[in-house]
């Protein structure tokens, strides 16, 4: 894993921090800029919900199936949630071909945190038949494009998929589960979530980091925030420590910040 | 004098489930150069489905057993995203998949000119974004346009189409449905230019007289796709 990383040249590392130290980016954004956004959804009309999402260049497909299973014995009344992500060769030249591999399943756990704890899906709704039959909904993130900042835009993409999903109404009668494809109703959500993701370089937090910035990045820190600024999933990642005030300094950001990513997810 | 008009081109045929004539091809969109980080790429729309194709390379192989001292070799990878299919796939290869990747990689092979790149690899990366019928044909046409994007020089872009048989009529193209009620369907790629064929299969019952008129009805909806695919790269670099 680590030793798939790419060799950063010193020089580029060095101009890179040494603009960032100045509040500086190499492409020309502030420090708590992100890059261009767009998302469209209902874009693959064979997955109950889709979304195509970009961020800068890096790009990612979402699609979402229902299913009908069992519900775990722990949570026999709730609906299933399942975050799966692929980080397809075709994104990244140090993407390979094969079973996920720590970067790819980090990717979806933290997607999946996100969603879950923001209870933005209303899960009790998706149970049929208490203890034996659920919702599952399945989301799987395809990694189509790498440049950096995969978090924020899984994020943003499976939450765009799953307002965009629609489910058939289910009734059961006698023990038995008709599914009534004609009767479709969307997914019941609460409240949406966004996440935003941080990188630290040299003195600086800069938010959205780019894939340059992201490879010589020291410490990285990812928050997820609803609606109503709950702050639901976090993750720090990268080799050196943050302190307490850079953390916080995060939170805050993200707190203004989040409203921006928002709006994309409106209509 | 008597003159004859015949109108549309299937007098007498059944028409189809979507109303095409048995000779002709679904909608059928392609656009170059759509990702950032890709050598080269491809967006393809052909009916129902979405295929999009990555290249990279020629680039130095690190797999030594594939090495070739006098040539480069064809890697080539077909996959189908979980939400492409009505019940969910399974992420990863499965038997199908890699069939169809070892195809593709060979259809693909007589263009590209390969003794211009000893000791390396092109990668080919064939992602079905949905699925609706006809995908490795849809996967092929589109990896010649990255391929070309790419600028990996060829000798002719390959291209490829199937044709079939649906309610005893043999038709070009088939969807979905027609694969699934069909009797059956011959998957052809070609190189243009030559008229050589570079994929064959065929999958149900065809007399010889039904396989020749398919074979001969699926080169003619390669010549058309053909077109489709210098304009994508007309569009992307100019004339």
Same mark, same amino acid.
């Given at each position: 894993?680590?030793?798939?990383?790419?060799?950063?040249?010193?020089?580029?590392?060095?101009?890179?921090?040494?603009?960032?130290?100045?509040?500086?980016?190499?492409?020309?954004?502030?420090?708590?800029?992100?890059?261009?956004?767009?998302?469209?959804?209902?874009?693959?009309?064979?997955?109950?919900?889709?979304?195509?999402?970009?961020?800068?260049?890096?790009? =990612?497909?979402?699609?979402?199936?229902?299913?009908?299973?069992?519900?775990?014995?722990? +949570?026999?009344?709730?609906?299933?949630?399942?975050?799966?992500?692929?980080?397809?060769?075709?994104?990244?030249?140090?993407?390979?071909?094969?079973?996920?591999?720590?970067?790819?399943?980090?990717?979806?756990?933290?997607?999946?945190?996100?969603?879950?704890?923001?209870?933005?899906?209303?899960?009790?709704?998706?149970?049929?038949?208490?203890?034996?039959?659920?919702?599952?909904?399945?989301?799987?993130?395809?990694?189509?494009?790498?440049?950096?900042?995969?978090?924020?835009?899984?994020?943003?993409?499976?939450?765009?998929?799953?307002?965009?999903?629609?489910?058939?109404?289910?009734?059961?009668?006698?023990?038995?589960?008709?599914?009534?494809?004609?009767?479709?109703?969307?997914?019941?959500?609460?409240?949406?979530?966004?996440?935003?993701?941080?990188?630290?370089?040299?003195?600086?937090?800069?938010?959205?980091?780019?894939?340059?910035?992201?490879?010589?990045?020291?410490?990285?820190?990812?928050?997820?925030?609803?609606?109503?600024?709950?702050?639901?999933?976090?993750?720090?990642?990268?080799?050196?420590?943050?302190?307490?005030?850079?953390?916080?300094?995060?939170?805050? =950001?993200?707190?203004?910040?989040?409203?921006?990513?928002?709006?994309?997810?409106?209509? | 004098?008597?003159?004859?008009?015949?109108?549309?081109?299937?007098?007498?045929?059944?028409?189809?489930?979507?109303?095409?004539?048995?000779?002709?091809?679904?909608?059928?969109?392609?656009?170059?150069?759509?990702?950032?980080?890709?050598?080269?790429?491809?967006?393809?729309?052909?009916?129902?489905?979405?295929?999009?194709?990555?290249?990279?390379?020629?680039?130095?192989?690190? =797999?030594?057993?594939?090495?070739?001292?006098?040539?480069?070799?064809?890697?080539?990878?077909?996959?189908?995203?979980?939400?492409?299919?009505?019940?969910?796939?399974?992420?990863?290869?499965?038997?199908?998949?890699?069939?169809?990747?070892?195809? +593709?990689?060979?259809?693909?092979?007589?263009?590209?000119?390969?003794?211009?790149?000893?000791?390396?690899?092109?990668?080919?990366?064939?992602?079905?974004?949905?699925?609706?019928?006809?995908?490795?044909?849809?996967?092929? +046409?589109?990896?010649?346009?990255?391929?070309?994007?790419?600028?990996?020089?060829?000798?002719?872009?390959?291209?490829?189409?199937?044709?079939?048989?649906?309610?005893?009529?043999?038709?070009?193209?088939?969807?979905?449905?027609?694969?699934?009620?069909?009797?059956?369907?011959?998957?052809?790629?070609?190189?243009?230019?030559?008229?050589?064929?570079?994929?064959?299969?065929?999958?149900?019952?065809?007399?010889?007289?039904?396989?020749?008129?398919?074979?001969?009805?699926?080169?003619?909806?390669?010549?058309?796709?053909?077109?489709?695919?210098?304009?994508?790269?007309?569009?992307?670099?100019?004339?």
């Amino acid at each position: 894993m680590v030793n798939k990383m790419n060799i950063v040249p010193e020089i580029t590392r060095k101009s890179i921090t040494h603009l960032i130290n100045n509040e500086e980016r190499v492409d020309g954004r502030a420090m708590d800029e992100y890059r261009e956004i767009s998302l469209e959804t209902g874009v693959i009309s064979k997955a109950e919900g889709s979304a195509r999402v970009k961020i800068g260049n890096t790009q =990612i497909m979402v699609g979402t199936k229902p299913q009908i299973g069992e519900p775990f014995p722990d +949570t026999p009344d709730v609906g299933v949630l399942m975050t799966n992500s692929e980080l397809l060769p075709m994104a990244s030249p140090s993407f390979e071909p094969g079973p996920p591999d720590e970067r790819s399943v980090e990717l979806s756990r933290v997607a999946d945190r996100c969603i879950r704890e923001s209870q933005m899906v209303d899960l009790e709704k998706l149970c049929i038949i208490p203890g034996k039959k659920v919702w599952m909904v399945f989301i799987d993130l395809h990694i189509l494009d790498y440049d950096g900042n995969l978090m924020d835009a899984a994020v943003l993409g499976a939450v765009a998929a799953l307002k965009n999903t629609m489910i058939p109404e289910v009734k059961v009668v006698d023990n038995e589960i008709i599914i009534d494809h004609e009767n479709m109703k969307p997914l019941p959500i609460r409240e949406e979530v966004v996440m935003c993701t941080f990188a630290k370089i040299g003195e600086q937090l800069v938010i959205d980091p780019s894939l340059d910035e992201e490879e010589i990045l020291s410490a990285r820190l990812s928050i997820g925030i609803t609606a109503s600024d709950k702050i639901c999933a976090m993750q720090k990642g990268g080799d050196s420590p943050l302190t307490k005030e850079e953390i916080m300094n995060a939170v805050k =950001i993200t707190e203004s910040k989040s409203k921006e990513l928002m709006k994309y997810l409106e209509c | 004098m008597i003159t004859i008009i015949t109108l549309g081109t299937n007098i007498g045929a059944k028409s189809r489930e979507d109303g095409r004539a048995f000779d002709e091809l679904r909608n059928l969109k392609i656009e170059a150069g759509v990702l950032e980080r890709a050598d080269g790429s491809a967006y393809l729309e052909f009916g129902g489905n979405k295929v999009l194709v990555a290249v990279y390379g020629p680039k130095e192989s690190f =797999i030594r057993r594939f090495q070739r001292p006098d040539r480069a070799y064809i890697r080539c990878r077909y996959n189908m995203a979980p939400f492409s299919v009505d019940d969910r796939k399974r992420p990863g290869p499965d038997r199908r998949s890699i069939e169809i990747s070892k195809i +593709t990689a060979e259809a693909l092979q007589p263009a590209v000119i390969l003794e211009k790149y000893p000791r390396s690899v092109i990668e080919i990366f064939i992602e079905v974004l949905e699925a609706e019928g006809g995908t490795r044909c849809a996967g092929i +046409t589109a990896a010649s346009v990255a391929l070309a994007d790419a600028g990996i020089p060829m000798k002719d872009m390959v291209v490829a189409c199937a044709a079939g048989k649906v309610d005893g009529q043999v038709v070009l193209d088939l969807s979905e449905v027609e694969d699934k009620d069909g009797q059956a369907d011959v998957p052809v790629a070609i190189l243009p230019r030559s008229g050589e064929i570079t994929l064959l299969q065929s999958d149900g019952n065809l007399s010889t007289v039904e396989f020749e008129k398919a074979l001969d009805l699926a080169i003619k909806g390669c010549n058309q796709i053909s077109e489709v695919q210098k304009e994508a790269l007309k569009k992307r670099y100019g004339e």
